[in-house]
């Protein structure tokens, strides 16, 4: 079963075409008629539908205005200047969430950068993780903050 995408205004169009173009499903907000509505609202759309939030947008990085225990799995992207290249390779961090989409119904944040990303998690005994990831000299490294 493969994970399901809820792409706000903030996600370019060129990366929904990338998704697409690796048969993903991704949903728009254009397609389900969310323009121009707070993030809360797709926070909320995202939870309905069961379905990953991926976005440029920043803010849901806030914990205080979108705490883990009440967002869905969502996914923060900084493409760069937007190139293919660049978006592929911020494209790394889904290789979890394409490979266990199970896992990644909600409580999980990720801060998706080229060639780094940081993962927040929370679990159901309520304690929470960040595991940060980076691609050095064609490997991947990781590490966990405690």
């Given at each position: 079963?493969d ?13 929904v ?16 008629n ?30 205080r205005?979108?705490p ?61 993780s ?17």
């Amino acid at each position: 079963m493969d994970p399901n995408f809820y792409a706000d205004e903030n996600f370019p169009s060129r990366a929904v075409e990338i998704l697409r173009g690796r048969k993903l499903d991704v949903l728009t907000v254009v397609e389900a008629n969310k323009c121009g509505h707070p993030d809360k609202n797709h926070i909320a759309e995202a939870l309905r539908l069961g379905r990953v939030l991926v976005t440029s947008d920043r803010d849901y990085l806030d914990e205080r205005r979108f705490p883990l225990i009440s967002c869905p799995s969502l996914v923060v992207f900084d493409f760069g200047s937007g190139t293919r290249s660049e978006i592929m390779r911020a494209f790394r961090c889904l290789r979890d969430i394409i490979n266990f989409p199970q896992f990644f119904d909600r409580w999980s944040k990720f801060d998706a950068k080229r060639d780094e990303w940081t993962s927040y998690s929370r679990f159901l005994d309520g304690t929470t993780s960040r595991d940060r990831y980076r691609w050095f000299r064609g490997k991947l490294q990781t590490w966990v903050d405690i």
